[in-house]
Each structure stands twice: as C-alpha cells, then as structure tokens.
C-alpha cells in the first residue's frame, strides 16, 4: 500500500464538503488537475474508489468513500489541535474566526472589541460569507468559531444562541408607505405586492424568511424578486432609491429608521425573529484562546455590556449628528441677526437723515454708514478679516461722511 500524505486526506475532506473537485480546487487555490491526482493517489493507497464520478463539479461518495470521510476529518482535526497545543506559551496565534454577514456587520465587530479589551494579546482574521460558507469553513478547519444567523447541521456542529434578531420590511420612507405605515399593514401583506430585493440564497436572512412563509402557505418563488444581492448595505441602497423593498435584519435598518431613509414595517402582530448562533466543530479542540473567546461569548453579563458598548457608540454617534445640526442652526441664526442688525442700522441712519439732514446730505450719509456698518457686522459674526487697504477705505469713507455732513 502506498503511504498516505495529509494533503491527500485534506484535498478529499474539501471535495466531500464543497460537493465537486471545482468548487474544492476553487476554495483550496489549486487546479482543478492536482485535485483530480491526489484523490487518484489516495484511492490508489487504499485500493478503493471514493467518489461515484457522474461529473466533475457534483459528485457523491460511494459505500468506502463514507466509511474513510469521519476518519478522514477527524484526522485533519487532531492535525490542527496539534498544532495549536503549545502556541499559547510562547506567543498568541491568530484565532481564525467567520461570520455571515448580518453579526459580521452589525454584532460580531462588538463582541470582539470588548474582549480585546479583556484579552489585549488577542489576535484574530474574520472571514466574512453566508450561513452556508461559514458552515463550510467550519467543517473543512478554515475557521475555529463562526457566528451565523441559521441551524443547519446539529450532528456536527454545537450550537449557542448568542442574539435575539428580528427582521422587518424595509421600504422607502415616502408618502406611499408612510400611508400604510399609519393603516397599520404589516410587511407580510405587502410581500406579495410590491417588488422585492432578495437576499442570496445560503442566507441566513434567507432561510429565515423562507421557514416563515412556508408557515404563511407561500413560498420564495411567488414573490416579484427584481434583484438577488448579497450586501444589506447595497439592499439599503437600492430599496431608499425606489427599486423595492426588503426583509432584512433590525440591526441593518437601525440607523436609517433613525434618520429618516428608511421604514420598517414589522412582519406580523408578532415580530418575525431568528436567532443569531455562536458555531464550534463537536470533534474539534479548541486553543486557550479560542476557548477563551467561546467562554466570554457565552457570558450573558459579559454579551450584554458588549452589546450595550456598542449601542452607546450608535447613540455617541447620533448625538454628534444632534449636535452639528444645532450648530448649523445657530451659524443660520445669527446671519439672520447679522441681517437684521445691519438692516435696522441702515432703517436707523434713514430716520436720523430724514430728520437731521437735508435732501442733499442724506444718500451720502445712508450709503457711507451702510457699508461701514457691513463691513464691522461680517467681521464681527462671521470673522472676516480686514485687510489693511479694507481699514484704510473705511478711515476715508468714515472721515468723508463726517465731513460732508457736518
């Protein structure tokens, strides 16, 4: 029998996890023909076949193939807890972590920051992609914890319910909708109406809404789907601009609802939820670190600070928001004053003339201290400076109105 190599073992756990040698040489930054040769090398070891070949980019294990797969990843498993024993004595290695895109975005990012701040020799890579593909990096060792927002394989995976979400319609705040928004319709009843931006499939948002309306005896492909994006923030974009609306995250929405881009309907008389999960591998040992992480993750006292730190920022940020608008009010405010001083000063000089001065002398007396009352007002209000030949002008026409006057 000849030998087998650990990247034999690793190409064939990736093409069983992927589902075909493309996807798998894809992922693994191989060819598609290095992959087909190590798995032909491998099956020479063992002297069977491991895949039922109908194409290349689908295939399935046969009755040998299921038998050597456990084995397969419960090796590669072993390979990378070895290789983490001892990190932690001498330095922290990086802790590989994934996320789908709804806690990478919006809830991940906090929990990591407040236990950087308990943990300052923490290091960590985030790879960002569906439910589906974080389940994938999971299993094929690429990460060590993921964060996702659907359950799909309680056999191999251990699930801990991290957050609460919910999802909502998300429609453009415009007359239209405001109308129905004070009707009092739910986002349920506009699925079927209006044009929808879907999420990509392998979602967790996805799945989500798909389970629910499954419920409601409808399904996916009854929906007027215009556009599949994988991006709330791109979905945002496009639902503010008119294109459609969107079930999407509370979380993603928060800030728009708050300043006014947005709308979100709730989906029913009770909020449409799903669960955000924090994910580790049964079979798989965990670094120091990694279990560290898991065990503060896994801290209801430790998770609501952290979430709170992170409202707190949202809130900092909007009171910044406040607070520039107030000044914008009052810089408005007082070029209004400004207006009205050098209006009623100018109104005053007219009365003053009128009264005083001949018919002769007024236009030169009203013209001459309406600039000169221009002038100081700008520099006064708004910090214009004056320049030398500025005060010399304003000596001159001061010093010409007094003399033509008096």
């Known amino acids: 029998m000849n030998d087998i190599s650990l990247k034999q073992l690793e190409i064939f756990v ?22 087909s040769a190590h798995i032909s090398l491998l099956e020479q070891a063992l002297g069977k076949e491991l895949f039922v070949r109908s194409n290349r980019r689908h295939v399935r294990l046969t009755k040998e193939g299921e038998q050597v797969y456990p084995i397969a990843r419960r090796i590669l498993n072993d390979c990378a807890a070895l290789r983490t ?11 590989a972590l994934g996320a789908s895109t709804v806690p990478g975005q919006y809830l991940v990012p906090g929990y990591l920051a407040a236990f950087l701040k308990r943990e300052p020799e923490f290091r960590y890579s985030l790879r960002r992609g569906d439910s589906e593909q974080v389940h994938r990096m999971l299993k094929s ?8 927002g659907a ?37 349920r009843e506009l699925l079927l109406e209006e044009p929808f931006v879907s999420r990509e499939e392998g979602s967790g948002t996805g799945t989500s809404l798909q389970n629910y309306l499954r419920t409601l005896g409808l399904s996916h492909d009854m929906l007027h789907v215009v556009a599949r994006v994988d991006d709330p923030e791109a979905i945002k974009q ?15 929405v928060e800030q728009e609802v708050q300043n006014g881009t947005l709308l979100a309907f709730e989906m029913d008389k009770s909020a449409l939820k799903r669960t955000i999960y924090l994910i580790t591998l049964k079979s798989q040992q965990l670094s120091r670190m990694e279990q560290k992480l898991v065990d503060f993750l896994k801290s209801p006292h430790r998770r609501k600070r952290a979430e709170a730190d992170g409202a707190s920022a949202g809130a900092q940020g909007e009171a910044e928001i406040a607070t520039e608008r107030r000044k914008r009010g009052l810089y408005a405010f007082l070029i209004a004053a400004a207006y009205a001083v050098v209006s009623g000063g100018g109104f005053l000089l007219q ?7 001949p018919a002769s002398m007024q236009y030169p007396f009203v013209t001459g201290g309406s600039v000169i ?9 708004f910090r214009e400076k004056i320049t030398l030949k500025g005060y010399i002008s304003l000596i001159l026409m001061l010093a010409g109105t007094v003399l033509f006057v008096f």
């Open 151 to 187: 359950v799909s394989e309680p056999e191999n995976v251990d699930y801990f319910p991290l957050y609460d979400d919910r999802l909502v319609l998300a429609a453009p705040n415009n007359e239209h909708y405001r109308m129905l928004r004070e009707r009092g319709v739910y986002g």
């Open 85 to 95: 024993l001892f990190s932690d004595a001498d330095s922290a290695p990086v802790v």
């Open 351 to 357: 009365l003053l003339a009128a009264i005083k001065l």
């Open 14 to 35: 990736a093409v069983v996890e992927y589902g075909g040698f493309t996807r798998a040489a894809e992922e693994l930054f191989f060819n598609q023909s290095t992959v």
């Open 373 to 381: 009352l221009t002038t100081l007002a700008a520099a006064l209000f």
């Open 238 to 252: 496009m639902v503010s601009g008119g294109v459609g609306v969107a079930v999407l995250s509370a979380l993603a």
């Open 141 to 148: 060792g690429q990460i060590a914890v993921g964060f996702v």
